[in-house]
């Protein structure tokens, strides 16, 4: 399995490509050019990779033949074992992050014929017409409710709200126990102080189906109006869902009982915020339960994706505060606090590597052969000044004119985004086009002015 082997050959691999597709020198260190392309070092790709192993195996479904392998080669015995080191490698990248809450993976067994809730299907008779407007659906909801009077019919409005999406998160149902002869009762419940509307939606239809199934009756018709249509189609459908999987298996196992208490169900879309009376109730009600769990700390479920992405953001944070730690250069420790913009790909290849160079510090300058090799002047040929970074980009009186423009177009991007004349900066960093506080376009706009003045002066040119 994977360890200081994979690393010690990947490294110098990953290296050499960036080394390519930046055209920096050989002596540029691996920080600057991983920080300069916003690659992520060998190593804690693999820590990250191993922690995203392990989420997977330790949620396998109980049903899952691998469950129990992996049950048993966690146990103190077997301390050491492959499965041991990725237990390791997940708990330096875990964060806040429990496997318990996390989702399990869904598993069929395929010795089972087709998922038994498949059956109860027949019931439902979803219209989810994606063609059909919220008016016309509002409509036939209207239509729906006015034709059922005649009928004894429970109906149900369910709800899920997420303040902030993803946020505090509560649900509510609201219930007609006869429609049209008795006033609603509503319940609501408080899901997870942070999640999102769709767990919302489904959390309300099981805080709904709950509810209804603790009553001593059968034989009745329920009518429940649920305003998302992806918690409604997950729920009736026979197919694997890719989240929440033990609350969509709930659901559905709740449905299934209550067909077996000859209850039949109906569950329809009723479009959201159109003014519909139970819906707008039960919306009402789910935010309510939503600023419940707002100060809680009630367990997030998370699904697979989220803690897997979750893992990848914990090992970009490992590497910004190792470049933090380690950055001794100037240069580089601008570049790291705003890793994440790579390196731009606009215009002039030659020009892009000279941008590429200047910004970790290695280059063709003099004072740069000068520190590789003692018997070469270190002094600009045209002043006779120690030829540095600094000289090049700021005081070499022979590129003034250049420069002078340079600063001009530098000034008007400032101007137009209104920046206070005090924190006008021109370091390699934001000329460079580098700076995360500055947009996309802004930063092009950088780059741009900063290879006219790299291609006016020359110094660059016929270097690859
Ligand atoms: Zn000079």
Redesign the pocket.
Known sequence: MAGKKQEDAYAPIQRRALLAATGCKQRTSTEALEALTGTIPVDIHLTCRQAQAYLRLSTKHTGNPIYDTITHELTEERRGTPVHLLATRFKELKGELETETVDKECYFDARLPPFSIGRITGSFTPKMNNQCSKEQAKEEIAQLLQSIKQTKTTVVFTDGSSLGNPGPTGCSAVIYEHWGRTEPYTVKKPVAAKSNNYEGELQGLHLALSTLSKRERSEERVLILCDCKAAIENVITTHQVDAYNDLVNNIRQKLHEMKQKRVNIQIEWCPGHMGVAGNELADEQAKLAAEEARNSNMNTVWTRQQALKHIEKQAEERWKRRSELHTTSKHMQKINVQMKKKCKVLGLRSTQIAINQLVSGHTSLNAYRNWIDDTESPN?E??G?R?STE?FLY????YESSRRRMYNEVDNIYQELSTREKERRLDIVTLAGMREDLGEETNKKMYKAFSKYIEDTGRFAGED
Do not use: L
């Not at 005081?395 to 022979?398: A, S």
């Open positions: 600009c045209a002043c000044e030829e000289h005081y070499c009186p022979r």
